[in-house]
């Protein structure tokens, strides 16, 4: 991530008026690759494309604040590769986690994983130590510790619909699994901040929460949330979830995040009321159908009227409600940015 940015998010997060308006985007295998003009396994194997790719988002929009910044990910297949899961790899399609073998209502009995020796992570640290010096050459740093959340890895591991089923009808042996999951998690950001003393940050990534009403949320989400972000003594305590997001918003604070990226079908407004002024939003116009598939007037039009729809705009980064989609093209991107900079 630029330094430059880097120290505008802290401004941000602490409440403070930034020079320009902040437009910021989440970046990572799925727009990078094909934007880049490289193939997806290209992209996760060969470490000078990935650098290589992240360089040139960064010069061909200066203005953007990429987030987390140098993702060093495999796709959803880095945490669960950990736990076993078998890896099904292809040239221009994204990698998967297939699930493991054990039922879903003996979850309970999920091993923690070896966050320094097991799957893909030994490669991910491996991959940001090696090309640390020459981020720090490009002004940029290593500021954020990443992983997916315990229900997303739950899910990869089970499947979704059996560990949602689980969460109903084994809850107990639920619990004790999501307790091992949120144990590795911990231990995975634990050992990026020891590597890397730059990070100030931490991002988790977990749509299934949405999925869940409030009394399962409050059941087995929270207590796992909290004891993550808690942990940790980052000044940016960063969470995405664009799938519903209505239930987790108002228990952000609670949690501790006070940074919350979301779905496009949520108003900012609407977000904001239930999250707070303490928790920094990032989005939200929709990234597939308008930002990737629409026109630029499109994207314009659609910037245009998120901005003139919010009460207040201190406290949001404008971006879309998600990860940016594959196939967004340059000048979409582009017209977002104008659109921000026309609209102040």
Request: glycine share 8%.
């Amino acid at each position: 991530m630029k330094e430059i940015h880097w120290k505008n998010l802290v401004q941000i997060i602490e409440g403070k008026i930034t020079k320009e308006p902040p437009v910021g985007f989440i970046i990572d295998s799925p727009w990078l690759p094909k934007w880049y003009g490289s193939s997806i396994l290209d992209y996760y194997a060969d470490p000078e494309t990935w650098f290589n790719s992240n360089m040139q988002a960064i010069k061909e929009f200066p203005e953007v604040m990429f987030l987390p910044g140098f993702w060093a990910e495999f796709g959803m297949c880095t945490e669960p590769s950990a736990f076993g899961s078998k890896l099904v790899w292809s040239e221009n399609d994204f990698p998967y986690p297939k699930r493991i073998g054990a039922d879903p209502e003996n979850i309970a009995g999920l091993l923690k994983p070896d966050v320094k020796s097991d799957g893909l992570l030994p490669f991910v640290i491996n991959r940001m130590q090696r090309y640390e010096k020459r981020i720090k050459q490009n002004d940029c740093n290593i500021r954020f510790a990443v992983s997916r959340g315990p229900l997303n890895i739950g899910s990869f591991l089970f499947g979704m619909t059996d560990f949602l089923l689980a969460l109903s009808v084994s809850p107990e042996e639920a619990q004790k699994g999501l307790a091992t999951i949120t144990d590795f998690v911990i231990d995975w950001l634990g050992l990026q901040f020891e590597k890397f003393r730059d990070i100030d940050g931490i991002l988790i990534l977990d749509d299934i929460v949405g999925f869940l009403g409030e009394p399962d949320f409050e059941m087995f989400v929270l207590p796992h949330l909290k004891r993550i972000y808690g942990t940790f003594n980052a000044r940016v305590k960063f969470f995405h979830n664009d799938a519903s997001g209505l239930i987790c918003a108002k228990y952000l604070k609670e949690i501790g995040v006070n940074m919350f990226n979301f779905s496009f079908n949520h108003s900012i407004n609407e977000i904001r009321s239930l999250a707070g002024d303490s928790v920094t939003l990032l989005g939200n116009i929709p990234p597939r159908e308008i930002l990737a598939m629409g026109s630029e007037e499109d994207v314009r039009t659609c910037v245009s009227q998120m901005i003139r729809s919010c009460d207040d705009h201190s406290g949001i980064i404008w971006s879309c409600g998600g990860g940016m989609a594959p196939d967004t093209p340059t000048g979409n991107i582009r017209a977002f940015i104008q659109a921000v900079r026309e609209m102040q």
